[in-house]
């Protein structure tokens, strides 16, 4: 789609002073194709009430296609850990280990807000190591923006970060980085339901431009949407909030098991990558590939 559209041309003066012509453009699907989606088209998303989709991206392939098709944010993940190193858990990931995941995602799209996520360990000591973090994603990794998880008690460390020109997008409710002491369940029911939304609040007052909410109630996180500014991205938190988002893994069931309540999956690449492999090494057994079109005379 072409950027500028008459349709898209604002109507009042005051409001084409304020804002270019292409940023009031459909913010994220419509009319934005060369250049990085920015923080604030997500902003600009939220309040024209249109949603929009985010998946983890660790490799260069993956970033290409969901490019293709249109994803407007693509988090490199620390759920790399047990998508791609092989840990069981997130809480081993290390910066060296994502950075060139990140490098990969940048290098290889021109359009989506890459987002990094900071590991555990690399910014909870104190807003100074979050800063040293951050800069290495953006300096070293090319990120747009990273994420970091909790709310209150990460505050300090979002305001350091926004104030030193690196957006923060926050993330509460479950948080795998502390699963050691909270565990992997839904987080904020009954009681907790105030205290999640003091802590999205919270991130929001540091400057976070965006929120994740994993694994909460479906009317607390459309309760959080509604108190929030700031669009929300929601992952096993209902359709409330202003953007969703998935591992992509698990969105296109290449992840084994069974799928975690929350997850959706739009295709069986596990299975389809296992039925190509068994036929390509069916076919060397049999002697059947290569065959002539393959080879070289
Ligand atoms: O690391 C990750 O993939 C995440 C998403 C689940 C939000 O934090």
């Not at 490019?67 to 620390?78: Q, R, S, T, W």
């Not at 995941?101 to 104190?126: C, E, I, K, N, W």
């Not at 500014?229 to 969105?251: F, K, N, R, S």
Request: net charge negative; aromatic share 6%; glycine share 10%.
């Amino acid at each position: 789609m072409p950027e500028s559209t008459p349709e898209s041309v604002p109507e009042s003066e005051s409001e084409s002073e304020s804002v270019p012509a292409s940023d009031q453009l459909p913010a994220l699907y419509g009319g934005i194709t060369n250049r990085r989606v920015r923080i604030r088209d997500l902003q600009l998303a939220k309040d024209q009430g249109e949603r929009w989709a985010m998946l983890t991206s660790y490799d260069m392939l993956t970033a290409g296609i969901f490019e293709a098709a249109g994803i407007p944010v693509l988090l490199v993940g620390d759920s790399a850990g047990n998508n791609v190193l092989g840990y069981a858990t997130t809480v081993p990931v290390t910066v060296d280990e994502l950075l060139p995941m990140v490098r990969a995602v940048v290098r290889s799209t021109t359009r989506p807000l890459v987002v990094a996520d900071l590991p555990f360990g690399s910014y909870q000591g104190s807003p100074e190591q979050a800063l040293s973090t951050a800069v290495r994603f953006v300096k070293e990794g090319g990120a747009q923006a990273v994420k970091l998880e909790g709310g209150t008690r990460v505050a300090a460390q979002v305001e350091l970060l926004v104030s030193a020109g690196v957006p923060v997008m926050g993330h509460v409710g479950l948080t795998p980085q502390s699963e050691l002491v909270t565990g992997l369940r839904v987080q904020g029911r009954g009681e907790a339901a105030d205290a999640l939304l003091d802590d999205a609040l919270a991130l929001e007052a540091a400057g976070a431009f965006s929120v994740v909410l994993e694994a909460v109630p479906a009317d607390l996180a459309e309760r959080v949407t509604k108190e929030l500014t700031i669009p929300t991205i929601g992952i096993g938190a209902g359709v409330g909030c202003d953007a969703q988002v998935l591992v992509w893994t698990d969105m296109a069931g290449l992840t084994p098991g069974a799928p975690l309540t929350f997850v959706k999956q739009y295709a069986d690449l596990r299975g389809i990558l296992t039925e190509a492999t068994r036929a390509f090494s069916d076919e060397v057994r049999q002697g059947r590939f290569p065959g002539p079109e393959h080879s070289f005379s």
